[in-house]
């Protein structure tokens, strides 16, 4: 993420439950679209009513995925007109881990 692109070279990784997956959040119903491994695929958070809450749920869809991950850093990118929120993770096991949320709908930059 330090040149800011969503291209990465991804490690194998073992297959993401199907999505869209439904979680509660803020006592909202929040749907998810997309895997998030890149942004072509990005994570779009379905149902949020505020920024605040897309960040919730953005948090809240990686702790079920990836319970024990710990971020290790987070970036914000701009391609063909949709704003990303980017996130590397570090799971318990495995390497590192790159997502991509599309948070378009509440980008305030």
């Known amino acids: 993420m330090r040149d800011g692109r969503c291209r990465w070279a991804l490690a194998a990784l073992a297959l993401l439950p ?10 909202s119903q929040i749907g998810y679209s997309g895997d998030g491994l890149s942004c072509a695929t990005a994570l779009v958070v379905r149902g949020a009513r505020t920024a605040s809450e897309s960040a919730r749920a953005q948090r809240d869809w990686m702790a079920r995925h990836f319970p024990g991950a710990r971020p290790i850093e987070k970036g914000f990118t701009r391609e063909r007109g949709r704003s990303y929120e980017l996130a590397r993770i ?20």
């Open 18 to 27: 199907a999505l869209p997956a439904l979680a509660q959040s803020a006592g």
């Open 90 to 109: 570090q799971p318990q096991q495995g390497g590192p881990i790159n997502l991509c949320f599309d948070v378009t709908e509440f980008d305030a930059r």
